[in-house]
Nanobody, 125 residues
Framework: QVQLVESGGGLVQAGGSLRLSCAAS????????MGWFRRAPGAEREFVAA????????YSADSVKGRFTISRDNAKNTVYLQMNSLKFEDTAVYYC??????????????????WGQGTQVFVSS
């Protein structure tokens, strides 16, 4: 079992950057594939990016491809989402999630086992 804590959200101008972190307050993330999702106001939760347990493979949604990068540092028990060239439509609550066993890139939220509480990102236009 893992407990996930996101951080790094905040207010940024369009075109700016933020780096989100997802740390495990309990458990070891190296056993899990990880994903980032987001929920904009009035919208469904949507997939953003995923990474396998060892960081060997990643996958990003088309809406963020080329702007967002998911990575992980298992020694620090942390997963990151580097967000560049932010747009107003990236405004959302961002959640990280953990999937066991972590060999595959999972883009469906229902397949994840554990979730963090979310961190708010607001991009001003």
């Amino acid at each position: 079992q893992v407990q996930l804590v996101e951080s790094g959200g905040g207010l940024v101008q369009a075109g700016g950057s933020l780096r989100l972190s997802c740390a495990a307050s309990e458990g070891t993330l190296s056993n899990y594939g990880m994903g980032w999702f987001r929920r904009a106001p009035g919208a469904e939760r949507e997939f953003v990016a995923a990474i396998t347990w060892n960081g060997g493979r990643t996958y990003s949604a088309d809406s963020v491809k080329g702007r967002f990068t998911i990575s992980r540092d298992n020694a620090k028990n942390t997963v990151y989402l580097q967000m560049n060239s932010l747009k107003f439509e990236d405004t959302a609550v961002y959640y990280c999630a953990a999937d066991f066993p972590g060999d595959n890139l999972v883009i469906v939220d229902l397949e994840y086992d554990y979730w963090g509480q979310g961190t708010q990102v607001f991009v001003s236009s």
